[in-house]
């Protein structure tokens, strides 16, 4: 604080000292006063006993916070250059090391941890004041040690299946070296509002960026409102048959075999096998984006303007209703690709895997798998985290998903869900110049520039769109309405607010950290990182140098090796 006269007056508590420092400009002056530490006001301090139990400080210093203060790569400080260097200056502070600026201009800021050790801490700062620094010791700092993290899942799954009963949860160590395998985690409120879900499943994978990467299988459908409904996933060390055997066995467990599903997938490794094999009843979509860029591949050297032609005949093809306009536009398709280059890629595939004239399941019009590929971008932060704050992360943005969408619901007063309410009327409004012909108390004529035969018993109609998307088309709609039926009457349950409602009645619930200490487990051996293996593909090597240039060598964070590779390219087996 700042008294009287430009005196600066400086208070810090060391011990049960309070050291009391005045700056007048002209000397300082240093007063000693002892603090009165006694039972009765600590508990004034935290309101009762219950602090004693806390396994934090019993008193948390002001500059406590300056920890977090740079906490990731990208940061923005919104004071500019100034605002960055008293960051750092309190973040220097606590951790403990000495600051050395190697550039301090106005706009251009380089400065460098002088701690000895590992990480090679450095920051830079450029225009917007970017910065960039000692990521593994951050992250360690905030979230804890990667290795230490794995034995850390067995208190946080019995912690959360006590919080979450109901839930399904499965934790594979190898018992010969007491190392991590792998782990399923599926929460009881999304395999209870999978059930009011269409029967629809998207499966992808991605990779973990953490210091024994990984890669992370998850299963996603989509609500009645088009949204993304998390189901449940799986950390694994690869993604291979053995692994996505496991997964899907452990699904099955928690949704069931009740429903016939559909799935949708990039026709991942080991993935159709294992599919075939737990799921035999399912049904498996090939992702069309997919098979786009398959089809591209085959296309090199080929213009962007005919690549980009053919795509368009392949979706005709894969949209095509009828066998008939399937054939058609495959024909077409293989007559301007000419010299079998499609052939390489279609020929292999069966054709009830992506196109719709052939595929007997329901896959309500989704066509790729690209609800998967946003679930890993929505999970997308959490990749470089040690594998307990993973899960953590995953279950956090979930059980904010589920309570932000179930407040969104009670404002609805509609009985679709808003984006399915929307195309309804849209389709009234397209369709409110046509005529309607009844031939019978289930089937009509609608006549538009072509005439449409619906047949409201067998829920069909000539443009297929009704069958395929499990959605009214607009044929239907106004012809139900012009017929004084129901509209609502005909459009699938899993489309409605109430069965959305439902979807989202159940909670995910809270994970309390403060009961990892009082925690005694089962079994008193240690969970043990991963024995990595060397990733496949070559490693990627300089040039040879000429003789006598040096190369410079630099230590990879992730093997903590010299050589001329960093953590992210990194493959060495640890």
């Not at 997919?290 to 962007?304: A, F, P, Q, S, V």
Request: glycine letters at 8%; proline letters at 2%; aromatic letters at 10%.
């Amino acid at each position: 604080m700042v008294g009287g006269s430009g005196c600066h007056v400086v208070d810090v508590i060391v011990g049960d000292k309070r050291v009391v420092e005045v700056d007048d400009g002209n000397s300082c002056r240093i007063d000693s006063v002892t603090c009165e530490s006694s039972f009765v006001n600590d508990c004034d301090d935290v309101g009762g006993l219950l602090r004693s139990f806390y396994p934090e400080p019993e008193r948390i210093l002001l500059s406590a916070s300056w920890k977090g203060i740079i906490h990731s790569v990208g940061q923005e400080f919104e004071g500019g250059v100034p605002a960055f260097r008293i960051a750092l200056a309190k973040y220097a502070v606590e951790c403990g090391f000495v600051v050395n600026y190697l550039k301090n201009e106005a706009i251009r800021v380089t400065a460098e941890c002088m701690m000895k050790s590992s990480t090679g801490c450095k920051w830079f700062v450029h225009g917007r004041v970017l910065m960039n620094f000692g990521v593994d010791k951050a992250r360690c700092g905030l979230f804890g040690d990667f290795a230490t993290s794995f034995d850390q899942l067995r208190w946080y799954l019995e912690t959360t299946m006590r919080t979450n009963p109901g839930s399904v949860f499965k934790l594979d160590v190898d018992e010969s070296s007491g190392c991590f395998r792998r782990l399923f985690m599926s929460f009881h409120g999304c395999l209870y509002g999978f059930q009011f879900c269409r029967p629809l499943l998207f499966v992808d994978g991605t990779f973990l960026k953490g210091r024994y990467k990984g890669h992370l299988l998850a299963a996603t459908s989509k609500d009645g409102n088009q949204g993304l409904f998390p189901s449940a996933f799986t950390i694994v060390d690869v993604e291979n048959q053995d692994n996505w055997m496991w997964f899907l066995s452990q699904l099955l467990k928690g949704v069931g075999s009740g429903r016939r599903l559909t799935f949708v997938s990039d026709r991942q490794h080991g993935l159709l096998d294992a599919l075939s094999v737990v799921f035999s009843n399912a049904h498996h979509a090939y992702c069309l984006n997919h098979l786009k860029r398959n089809l591209i591949d085959k296309l090199m050297g080929l213009r962007t303007n005919y690549k980009l032609s053919l795509m368009k005949i392949l979706v005709k093809c894969a949209y095509a209703p009828t066998v008939a306009s399937f054939q058609h536009y495959m024909k077409k398709l293989r007559h301007i690709a000419g010299n079998g280059r499609v052939d390489s890629v279609l020929d292999g595939l069966q054709n009830d895997k992506w196109a719709n004239a052939f595929f007997r399941g329901k896959q309500y019009g989704e066509m790729s798998s690209n609800a998967a590929k946003s679930y890993n971008n929505w999970i997308g932060g959490a990749r470089e985290l040690p594998i307990t704050c993973i899960v953590d992360m995953i279950r956090v943005q979930i059980m904010i998903q589920l309570s932000n969408r179930r407040a969104e619901s009670k404002r609805w007063t509609t009985k679709l869900c808003s984006v399915m309410e929307k195309k309804l009327v849209d389709s009234l409004e397209l369709a409110k110049s046509w005529d309607v012909i009844v031939a019978s108390d289930t089937v009509l004529e609608v006549h538009s520039s072509i005439s449409f035969y619906v047949d409201t018993g067998r829920q069909t109609c000539s443009c297929h769109e009704w069958q395929l998307n499990g959605f009214s088309c607009c044929h239907v709609v106004y012809a139900l309405r012009s017929s004084s039926k129901d509209v609502y009457d005909f459009i699938d349950h899993f489309f409605h607010v109430d069965c959305f409602r439902e979807s989202y009645k159940e909670s995910v619930y809270l994970v309390p950290s403060s009961e990892r200490f009082d925690f005694n487990g089962a079994s008193s051996s240690i969970i043990k990182p991963p024995i990595t293996k060397k990733q496949p593909r070559r490693n990627k090597k300089k040039m040879i140098p000429s003789r006598g240039e040096n190369v410079k060598q630099i230590k990879c964070g992730r093997c903590l090796k010299y050589g001329n590779h960093n953590k992210k390219p990194c493959k060495t087996a640890i």
